[in-house]
């Protein structure tokens, strides 16, 4: 219980160091971090919590508790086009496949900010976002984080917003963290996390809270189509 303690409460520190650039708004670059902490830092915090928390528990001589239990039942992945409003992306390089919306402007590897970033066209708060930092090899779960409910709840607090859902999921034998966050500055805000093939990857869904109703379940087939590996 110390050890998961003290691993949530490194990883809180690094998702609060920037609250804006980190996890919420859209349009944080490098540029314009007033903090001097980009949103590429404080993941790649994280990163450094899952090393450190992968090292520590090939350590210590335990038994693994219940929250560290990756879940077993397999959920598909999500391929629906929603009629059009959804098309499929595969990136080779990178390593990864998902559904993303048709028409929205595409964005390449803003250094510091993200890895790629949809946009609407109309407005640039409603964006979708990847990004990847490299761990160590050997940790291949996210579930070193701990309770995937625990740690939404603490990431809630940390960044003044309001915990909707915390929940667990695994396909193609990867274990996925979503969040469901109504951040008191207006943004409404799906976050996924998963460790695949040595890298941390964040994947986070922005809108308005007034427009959360009309992206709600594009947002949702979005994350649940996102894949960080081809085969």
Known sequence: MIFRIAVLQSLIVG????HVSAWSLPTTTNSN?????SRRDSLQQVAYTIFSAATTASLISVTTPAAFAEVSEETPRVTTRMGGQLETFQDGPRSIRMMVPSGWNKFDGEVGAYDLKWQDLVDPTENIKVTS?????????????GD???????LAAKRNAKLI???ERQTDGVLFYKFDFAINDGTHQLL??????????????????KRWAK?????????????????
Request: aromatic share 4%.
């Open 15 to 18: 998702l609060s160091l920037e």
């Open 33 to 37: 971090n007033h903090n001097g902490v």
């Open 133 to 145: 930092t490299p761990v160590k090899s050997t940790t291949e779960s996210i579930a070193v984080l």
């Open 148 to 154: 995937v409910k625990e740690l939404g709840a603490s």
């Open 165 to 167: 859902s915390a929940e």
């Open 192 to 209: 996924q996390l998963c460790v695949c093939r040595g890298k941390l990857w964040s994947l986070d869904a922005n809108a308005k809270e």
């Open 215 to 231: 992206r709600a379940e594009l947002y949702e087939n979005v994350l649940g189509s996102f894949m960080p590996k081809l085969a």
